[in-house]
């Protein structure tokens, strides 16, 4: 079993159980995704950084 570190989206607490111990809240994981050379989706992220950018 891997063990991911997240946060509680309400409280900002920081744990390993799948629901927040505080106020039963819903958790996001805080890792990065993995880096993959064969990024199938990297273009389309540059395009949509660009236009929020307004280069």
């Known amino acids: ?3 991911k570190l997240r946060k ?3 409280c900002d607490i920081y744990t390993i159980k799948d ?3 505080n106020c039963e809240g ?3 994981v805080v890792y990065p995704p993995r880096y993959s050379l ?3 989706y990297g ?3 540059r ?3 660009r ?3 307004d280069f």
Do not use: S
């Open 43 to 45: 273009r389309y992220r």
């Open 26 to 28: 819903e958790l996001n």
């Open 47 to 49: 395009i949509l950084l």
């Open 51 to 53: 236009d929020t950018l």
């Open 8 to 10: 509680c989206k309400t």
């Open 1 to 3: 079993m891997k063990m």
């Open 38 to 40: 064969e990024d199938r």
């Open 19 to 21: 629901k927040c111990p």
